[in-house]
């Protein structure tokens, strides 16, 4: 004789299943019908009046199946559903967006030609984006070498030493968090270029650009080094370890993936940002290998001038360098989750 499973009260059937697919099949042809058939246009009418449609049918349902309070529990569901494809109905259509018409500009030579010798507006198997790409990086590497250090040892100060005038500088940091990126274009070309005879160049824009990814790297590795146990600081000090040593050998290895996750955090705040450069690196559509002379172009610049420049062919060239950033930045989060994910313990 054999026992069967005894069906859970809270979860649905697949007669429950049936019903709920052909009630969704169903909201979606009355809302089409509805739709084309009055004055409405576009999709927002559409994916609310399916919204309307399907939460106010499972509801009816839910009722004459199981009572009052069951048809209450699926308005509720239904909302919560309805939230949650709100949310993630722009996202999906950003990035629909964005590959849809980024790849139309992306040919054979699009990341090993430059736009020196070929306007915005020229044929799109004609230029590049290779100039872009490689200030881009000259960009990056600088305001790792400048920030990483500063950021990692701001958070050990406030974190591990504790000193005179941590909760200021720790305000300092959280104000310097919120400063608009403009800013710190501004600060460095009234600073650093203007009557000064340095002009632009790639180095100004890794300076301005160190502005605004230091808070991001200082508040983040902050957190990760209070998720240090005490215990260890403590047994490494036990052991007579002096406390630079315990900080070096003990707390930062410990901290190790976090420390990376906020690197990476740093660098996606940075990656996209164009008002700081356009006060600092000048632009330029030709390559530049020298970050340190003369005018660079980064990708958000080449976006920018591709965006003003009006034409059909520019355009599509901006919507390509959006998306060629898009990747860079979601590859950025995907490693920052990796770094960050927690190991299970076999």
Same mark, same amino acid.
């Given at each position: 004789?054999?026992?069967?499973?005894?069906?859970?009260?809270?979860?649905?059937?697949?007669?429950?299943?049936?019903?709920?697919?052909?009630?969704?099949?169903?909201?979606?042809?009355?809302?089409?019908?509805?739709?084309?058939?009055?004055?409405?246009?576009?999709?927002?009418?559409?994916?609310?009046?399916?919204?309307?449609?399907?939460?106010?049918? /499972?509801?009816?349902?839910?009722?004459?199946?199981?009572?009052?309070?069951?048809?209450?529990?699926?308005?509720?569901?239904?909302?919560?559903?309805?939230?949650?494809?709100?949310?993630?109905?722009?996202?999906?259509?950003?990035?629909?967006?964005?590959?849809?018409?980024?790849?139309?500009?992306?040919?054979?030579?699009?990341?090993? @030609?430059?736009?020196?010798?070929?306007?915005?507006?020229? !044929?799109?198997? #004609?230029?590049?984006?290779?100039?872009?790409?490689?200030?881009?990086?000259?960009?990056?590497?600088?305001?790792?070498?400048?920030?990483?250090?500063?950021?990692?040892?701001?958070?050990?100060?406030?974190?591990?030493?504790?000193?005179?005038?941590?909760?200021?500088?720790?305000?300092?940091?959280?104000?310097?968090?919120?400063? !608009?990126?403009?800013?710190?274009?501004?600060?460095?070309?009234?600073?650093?270029?203007?009557?000064?005879?340095?002009?632009?160049?790639?180095?100004?824009?890794?300076?301005?650009?160190?502005?605004?990814?230091?808070?991001?790297?200082?508040?983040?590795?902050?957190?990760?080094?209070?998720?240090?146990?005490?215990?260890?600081?403590?047994?490494?000090?036990?052991?007579?370890?002096?406390?630079?040593?315990?900080?070096?050998?003990?707390?930062?290895?410990?901290?190790?993936? &976090?420390?990376?996750?906020?690197?990476?955090?740093?660098?996606?705040?940075?990656?996209? #940002? @164009?008002?700081?450069? /356009?006060?600092?690196?000048?632009?330029?559509?030709?390559?530049?290998?020298? !970050?340190?002379?003369?005018?660079?172009? @980064?990708? !958000?610049?080449?976006?920018?001038?591709? /965006?003003?420049?009006?034409?059909?062919?520019?355009?599509?060239?901006?919507?390509? &360098?959006?998306?060629?950033?898009?990747?860079?930045?979601?590859?950025?989060?995907?490693?920052?989750?990796?770094?960050?994910?927690?190991?299970?313990?076999?």
């Amino acid at each position: 004789m054999t026992i069967s499973t005894p069906i859970k009260p809270w979860r649905p059937t697949k007669r429950d299943y049936s019903f709920q697919i052909a009630i969704v099949i169903g909201s979606v042809i009355a809302a089409y019908l509805l739709v084309t058939n009055t004055g409405f246009e576009g999709r927002l009418p559409l994916v609310i009046f399916f919204g309307i449609f399907s939460v106010s049918a /499972l509801a009816i349902l839910a009722g004459i199946r199981r009572g009052k309070e069951s048809a209450k529990d699926a308005i509720m569901a239904g909302v919560a559903y309805a939230g949650v494809f709100a949310l993630l109905l722009p996202v999906v259509s950003i990035l629909w967006t964005v590959i849809s018409r980024g790849t139309a500009a992306i040919y054979g030579g699009f990341f090993t @030609t430059d736009m020196a010798q070929d306007p915005f507006s020229s !044929p799109l198997d #004609e230029g590049g984006i290779a100039h872009a790409l490689i200030g881009t990086l000259w960009l990056i590497v600088i305001a790792l070498i400048i920030s990483v250090p500063l950021g990692i040892l701001t958070a050990l100060y406030l974190t591990e030493i504790k000193g005179p005038g941590s909760a200021l500088i720790r305000f300092l940091v959280q104000a310097m968090s919120g400063i !608009p990126s403009i800013v710190a274009g501004l600060f460095i070309y009234s600073a650093l270029i203007s009557g000064s005879g340095r002009g632009f160049s790639g180095f100004m824009g890794a300076l301005a650009l160190s502005i605004l990814m230091i808070p991001t790297v200082a508040r983040t590795a902050e957190e990760v080094l209070l998720l240090v146990p005490p215990d260890l600081r403590e047994a490494g000090l036990a052991l007579g370890a002096t406390q630079w040593k315990t900080v070096a050998l003990v707390v930062i290895p410990a901290a190790k993936s &976090g420390l990376v996750t906020a690197v990476i955090l740093g660098v996606a705040r940075i990656a996209g #940002e @164009t008002a700081p450069l /356009l006060f600092t690196t000048g632009g330029a559509d030709d390559t530049n290998l020298n !970050p340190f002379d003369g005018n660079m172009g @980064t990708i !958000p610049f080449y976006i920018w001038k591709a /965006l003003i420049d009006g034409s059909p062919e520019a355009a599509s060239r901006a919507w390509a &360098g959006i998306f060629i950033l898009m990747v860079a930045v979601l590859a950025l989060f995907a490693l920052a989750r990796f770094f960050s994910r927690t190991k299970k313990v076999k």
